[in-house]
């Protein structure tokens, strides 16, 4: 059910998984643990199946706490869980309750799981280039250290998403992310022609995290779009025409 573990070591004091979108009770194109609640799945099926992961990692299913995910830059403090579904809107969570589960959905955006062992801290980020661009790993870090984190101590984690050969995009994208910096044409390869390019997500994502100043930065290098196996896939989804799709699930938990 889960990827390899990068953020579960011991020593790092924080238990977490990646999840694929095997495992489940759903069927269809949900199929089988599709984690959102805002989709058209059922939502006892949903709910399940997020009681499924938070127990595969011995939390609580009633800790799991999730976001309305608007590709924003907001980070929420969380204090104590929420009903599914009440999350607010915001992109983002930390939180030094032990005992506490943040979940981050995604279907190609990069999910960023956050750990400070030494302070007893943890966060979660969603981040499509959208986020990533306006700062939302950076907020993230930010909102960590208000709890006592410290970014020269913090481990991060990027799980499965959208891999540069499957993320082609447009002038507007390419613009925007140079607009920050024209240093970031590295993370650009040339597209099918002259106004489209190949965009390195993960890679961005990781290159922010460490001017940021974190400790380290570990990749996980899945390609969410051509894994269909194992991934849901929003970009694999808009290829094939469209409808319904489901979304893996990231989880941390002190």
């Known amino acids: 059910m889960t990827l390899p573990p990068f ?127 306006g700062g939302v790993l950076e907020a993230t870090l930010a909102a960590m250290a208000a709890l006592g984190a410290r970014p020269g101590q913090v481990v991060a984690a990027i799980g499965p998403s959208i891999a540069q050969k499957s993320y082609e995009v447009g002038a507007d994208l390419h613009a925007a992310v140079l607009g920050r910096d024209a240093g970031d044409g590295r993370f650009f390869a040339p597209g099918r022609d002259a106004q489209h390019w190949l965009f390195d997500l993960p890679g961005y994502c990781a290159a922010r995290l460490q001017a940021a100043g974190v400790a380290e930065v570990r990749l996980l290098a899945s390609d969410t779009v051509t894994d269909a196996a194992r991934f849901f896939s929003h970009r694999r989804r808009t290829l094939a025409g469209g409808g319904p799709i489901g979304h893996q699930l990231s989880l941390i938990v002190l």
């Open 7 to 133: 953020l579960s070591a011991p020593e790092l004091g924080a238990r977490h998984g990646f999840f694929t979108r095997e495992g489940g009770v759903s069927s269809g194109p949900f199929a089988s643990l599709n984690a959102s609640l805002s989709s058209q799945d059922a939502p006892e099926n949903v709910l399940e199946n997020r009681a499924r992961a938070a127990r595969a990692l011995a939390a609580d299913p009633a800790s799991l706490v999730g976001l309305t995910q608007v590709h924003g830059n907001k980070v929420v403090c969380v204090a104590a869980p929420w009903a599914p579904g009440a999350g607010e809107k915001a992109d983002a969570m930390v939180t030094a309750r032990p005992g506490l589960t943040l979940g981050i959905i995604t279907a190609d955006c990069a999910p960023v799981l956050f750990a400070d062992a030494a302070a007893g801290v943890i966060g979660a980020a969603h981040a499509g280039w959208r986020g990533a661009l």
